[in-house]
């Protein structure tokens, strides 16, 4: 069972948005317990961020259901990583 159920939990408003380089707005995830909301920074991947947190990719892909791809994730979106 996925952590997010509900999908409506997700979204957002315009004023909760984050503007990086080019325009790209990616949605601030709401605070959830038990996790962090992490800012991907320019040069993370899956995997790196998974050995820092101490955690795996598909631990990380369970709780983020917003990241589709494992091979490709944005700098300046946001996830979520377990406490």
């Known amino acids: 069972m996925s952590t997010f159920e509900n999908k409506e ?7 909760e948005m984050n503007e990086v380089a080019g325009g790209t707005y990616y949605k601030k995830l709401p605070a959830m317990e038990g996790f962090i909301v992490y800012k991907i920074l320019p040069g993370d991947t899956l ?37």
Request: aromatic share 10%.
């Open 47 to 83: 995997y790196k961020i998974a050995k820092i947190h101490h955690t795996t990719v598909d631990a990380l892909l369970s709780y983020n259901p917003q990241i589709t791809n494992r091979n490709l994730i944005r700098a300046g979106a946001y996830m979520y990583i377990r406490k």
């Open 9 to 15: 939990a997700m979204e957002l408003n315009v004023e």
